[in-house]
């Protein structure tokens, strides 16, 4: 109906422009790759240590 025809005229300008815009983004995009990033990025966290084991009683022993 009226609903899908708005939906692939947006749609195929989408494309459209998608399309022309190619050649002006293939440069500052393939610059910015090769660039450092701004920021350190995060270290993986050190895997925890696994929990304690249960008592005959099927609780968690207490620490002295």
Do not use: N
């Not at 025809?5 to 500052?28: D, F, K, M, N």
């Not at 910015?32 to 609780?59: F, V």
Request: hydrophobic share 25%.
């Amino acid at each position: 109906g009226e609903a899908a025809e708005y939906i692939r005229s947006v749609t195929q300008a989408l494309h459209r422009l998608h399309r022309e815009g190619a050649g002006e983004r293939v440069g500052p995009i393939a610059a910015a790759a090769e660039r450092k990033p701004a920021r350190k990025t995060r270290q993986k966290s050190k895997p925890k240590p696994k929990s304690k084991k249960l008592s005959k009683t099927g609780k968690k022993k207490k620490r002295s």
